[in-house]
């Protein structure tokens, strides 16, 4: 923070669209954006009702059964603070939500979550913007958690800790992820870009995977016209599942097209090839000899797995005065949950939000992933989620707060479907024009 302060006020310049038309940076971008326009830092509370039901904890029952915990109240106080902030030449982002949960019936899975995302864009000269990024937060919570709701994915722009299938259990995990850029803008046309990121994750439950890693990319995009932009990626990341896992190293090339569609509309396209090497241990049936020598059935082995993949991103979005709505797919190699490790991830998501000039904000967002994992020899998970959350402007400080989640999971061959909700409705406290906007 100090760093950015420091940047901020040595400014002499003026932040442009210097990516071009349907392609956002990984600084400030839409960071503390609503409903498709940029808004003043503002801070809320909130306390609610909650109420769960198909929760999903990283444990199993006398009989050996996956244990599902139903009809869980309660109460949950909430804060948060969004919005953006110019300087001269320069942006800042902030989205950040934090949570305490206590339940009545059964305070075992009370708990917090946090979630904070903070970009920053600084112009230091009419040719060199640099865009810093960070992800960082923790939750015991599947679906329903701060950071963890549908989002965009903006081509060449994918962060590794915010997926929707990053957490299968309900099982508490912190993640970090900070990045930083350089785009150097050769002509009115041209521009190149390099960077990286590391990330981590860590898991609380001891038989889940955890993940540390790194990536680093380049990207050369040419301007065909005020309304279009053609680029291609090169990026490399590694994954490291420890503390014995294994490990996996991806290179991807990627070409897009982004364009803008008349005052409100932009679409991005991609596709590409990924190459993966993936290493790791696996179980293996044993020579029926060797089982009756060593008295088990099964044994482990490592695997050396290399394989290629094409690569897709997709996405379409509309921004208006008062409304925003986004559609986006997208084929991609992710770090996987903790189960599922280095796997090839096929996803959809749909999100519409709308903020009134008085009273109103609304938000509703779907999504669809499926795994699978790539050299593990297991079967195909899938994820489907899907929220509604509503403020209403009762006073211009005081709003009440509605939001019901639902989240489906899927393997089919050994029968595993569970099915969750969650709902919560309560009073909020932010002082402002405009109708407090969650979603």
């Known amino acids: ?64 059964n996956l244990v599902q915990i139903n009809g869980l109240y309660g109460v949950q106080a909430d804060v948060g603070a969004y ?13 950040y939500k934090g949570n305490y949960t206590h339940y009545e019936n059964n305070s075992f899975f009370d708990g917090s979550s946090h979630n904070l995302t903070l970009g920053y864009t600084y ?7 640099f865009d810093m990024q960070v992800i960082a937060g923790t939750s015991a919570l599947g679906f329903g958690a701060p950071g963890f709701y549908p989002g965009v994915p903006v081509t060449g722009n994918t962060d590794q800790v915010n997926t929707p299938t990053s957490i299968l259990f309900d099982n508490r995990i912190y993640y970090l992820e900070p990045g930083m850029e350089m785009t150097f803008q050769q002509t009115a046309r041209t521009s190149y870009t390099m960077g990286g990121e590391g990330f981590f994750i860590r898991r609380a439950a001891v038989g889940l995977a955890s993940l540390n890693g790194y990536s680093l990319h380049g990207t050369i995009r040419h301007r065909l016209s005020k309304t279009k932009t053609v680029s291609f990626t090169y990026e490399h990341t590694h994954y490291d599942f420890p503390p014995a896992f294994g490990q996996s190293d991806i290179n991807e090339g990627l070409v897009s097209f982004a364009s803008s569609l008349g005052r409100h509309w932009s679409f991005s396209v991609g596709g590409g090839v990924f190459q993966t090497q993936v290493q790791g241990v696996q179980q293996v049936a044993l020579d029926p000899a060797v089982a009756a020598l060593l008295g088990v059935s099964f044994g482990q082995q490592t695997f050396y797995h290399e394989s290629y993949y094409p690569s897709v991103q997709l996405s379409l979005a509309g921004r208006f005065k008062t409304s925003a709505i986004s559609f986006s797919g997208a084929q991609q190699i992710v770090p996987g949950n903790g189960v599922y490790l280095t796997s090839q991830q096929q996803s959809g998501s749909v999100s519409y939000s709308y903020t009134g000039v008085r009273k109103v904000n609304l938000g509703l967002s779907a999504n669809y992933a499926k795994l699978a994992g790539i050299g593990q020899g297991i079967q195909d998970y899938s994820n489907f989620s899907g929220g509604l959350g509503v403020t209403y402007n009762l006073t211009r400080a005081w709003h009440v707060i509605a939001r019901a989640d639902s989240r489906y999971q899927q393997i089919d061959i050994v029968g595993y479907n569970r099915t969750g909700y969650r709902a919560t409705i309560g009073l909020g406290f932010s002082p402002g024009k405009v109708p407090l906007s969650l979603w």
């Open 1 to 64: 923070m100090a760093l950015i302060c420091a940047l901020s006020f040595t400014a002499s310049g003026q932040i442009g669209s210097y990516l071009g038309p349907g392609v956002l940076s990984r600084g400030a971008g839409d960071i503390g954006t609503r409903s498709g326009q940029q808004v003043d830092l503002r801070f809320y509370f909130d306390v609610t009702a909650v109420y769960d039901t198909g929760i999903q904890p990283f444990s199993v029952d006398a009989k050996g």
């Open 83 to 95: 919005g953006s902030h110019h300087w001269r030449n320069a942006l800042l982002g902030l989205d």
């Open 123 to 129: 112009q230091q000269s009419r040719r060199i913007v």
